[in-house]
């Protein structure tokens, strides 16, 4: 199971990236890649939306399932990755390249807060 | 405790990802499923199928027996190795079960019936059998494996695997299957697609799936047996059909046979009852998801519901198999409720696709 150890997840198996401009991007991790399948539909948030920790905010689709994602902290919504609209199957090919929206943190410390590589490889094998 | 085939071992050294499949042990893929279903359109893909229960209804007046039991008439099958497909009803019309029945000979006729089903289907069987004249037994074979090879090379693959078999299986026509010995060679299949379906002893069934793989058959999880026989326009037990729902309004009426009077299980209820909704293809539109069972279909004589729903590989896009308020017609748009939104759909008629061929626009 690939899993880099300087980004952050979470329960719900997203990864957490800090990017340099003080945003934090997120994608579903390659443990919960292989556990859809073949993706063939995601649906990021719109930029401008305001979301809370634990909402609801897209969706991912393979063959097999339709699997909500979650935002991992509180704060807004400044992007989604229009390439996986059109090549969703970007998800199974590289997880962890594969972002599919950024988010400008409420509060910058929230993200100190997930579980790092360690904590979610207990959480990917149970 | 899962049941498992005979096959388990090599399904999980060839790195299958196993699910519980109405308590099977079963592989869902070995890697991608829409590989493997491409595969399967374009070349050949093996199947593990032995979860299905092969059925003998031996004994004097089992052609009697069948032709009270099931919808289809075995009137049909009149030379050893024929086969029908038909569902197998209840007094109220409801579908217990939808199998396959081999004619062999006037005293041996073989079922393959669904996995989770099969205890179910024997005990109904046995429910028939007190109520019949015929002296019949049905007996499980608890010793027979069965592997599916389907795609447009699959039979040439097979041949290519065992070349001392073509003689006897290459003029078999669809529906049609040879035995030899033990072994039992159909040409039938869930696929859409030619091939064969091959019942034989569990003993040898691990020797000749690596003979398969070795001619270049690619192993297919349940994952693509699903999406291939959804393009393909076939229904699945328990999704599209159940005890519930008339095989009139599961788009199988043509499975039904009325034509002659012979008295069948159920035969009363469906002619009372009569139609009473449409089954039909849907091929979605708007982008904004994938079709799935249970989604509420909106039409303008009222509301519909997904039985089947999935992304066509084939296609490229999501199709599904819907039970729909009488009245909607092919080429009409409906809307599916997919999570908050409505999404458009066009009513078509299936298949999908056939045969590599995409047969809906």
Redesign the interface.
Known sequence: MKLPKDLRYTESHEWVRRESDGTVSIGITDHAQEQL??V??V?APQPGRKVAKGESVG?V?S??A?SDIYAPLAGEIVAANADL?SAPEKV?EDAFAAWMFRIKPANAADLDQLLDAAAYEKVASE | MLKTTPLNALHRAAGARMVDFGGWDMPVNYGSQIEEHHAVRRDAGLFDVSHMQVLEVEGTGARAFLQAALANDVTKLKVPGKALYSCMLTEAGGVVDDLICYFFREDWFRLVVNAGTAAKDIAWLDRLRERSIARVTVRPRRDLSIVAIQGPRARERFWQAYPALRAATEALGPFSAALMGEWMVARTGYTGEDGFEVILPATEVNAMWQALVAAGARPAGLGARDTLRLEAGMNLYGQDMDENVSPLDAGLAWTVDLKSPRAFTGRGALESNGQSREFMGLLLLDAGGVLRAHQKVRTPNGEGEITSGTFSPTLGKSIALARLPKGTAVGDTVHVVVRDKQLAARVVKAPFVRQGKILVT
Do not use: I
């Open positions: 399948g073949d063939v539909f649906e969706v689709e063959v097999k339709a609209s199974n």
